[in-house]
């Protein structure tokens, strides 16, 4: 029983690799026409590629100007209308404010050219500084006086304690004295 399980098993492996050996052939060679199909499919698109760019060389080239003339026009077309519209508007604000304008340059050309008001704000804070430094430089020299006073004050207090010092010193015994 067991020699005969072996050598089923040992058939069933064989006919497997078998079976599949043939279906993996047989699959590979269809898979290898679909691959030749293909090829032969872009080999063809490519030459009629080739021969349609050769042969309508000129018509691309008059589609490719036309479209250029085309854009171009239409800018063209634009920018006239635009400058067109641009100088209406231009006109229609001339008449709009140009009366304004003129009036206004008459009334500069005509009237008053510095303010009086500006004028005397000016004198007075002239005369009010000069008024003003006229206290501070007095205070300042009171100051400083007062200033040179106490440091006079200051360094001549220092000279006499310094004197004193010196009096006690040379009045101590040589054995005190360092």
Known sequence: MRALQFAEDRYQ??????????????TSE??????????????RV????????A?????L???????????????????LEAMKEGVSKSLEDLAD????VQEAAVRAGYGPTIRADAVKKLVDSVVNFQQ????????MR?????????????????KQRMAKIIERGSSLPLSHKV
């Open 13 to 26: 492996v064989a006919k497997d690799i078998s079976d599949n050996l043939t279906v993996s052939y047989n």
């Open 30 to 43: 269809v898979v290898m026409a679909r691959l030749m199909q293909t090829n032969s499919a872009k080999e």
């Open 46 to 53: 490519y030459k009629q590629s080739i021969t349609f760019f």
């Open 55 to 59: 042969t309508n060389e000129s018509v």
């Open 61 to 79: 080239t008059a589609l490719t100007a036309s479209f250029t003339g085309l854009f171009g026009l239409h800018e063209s077309t634009q920018t």
């Open 97 to 100: 404010i140009g009366g304004k």
């Open 132 to 139: 003003r430094s006229r206290e501070i430089i007095e205070e």
């Open 142 to 158: 009171v100051l400083s006086t007062k200033n040179a006073e106490e440091i006079r004050e200051s360094v001549e207090d220092g």
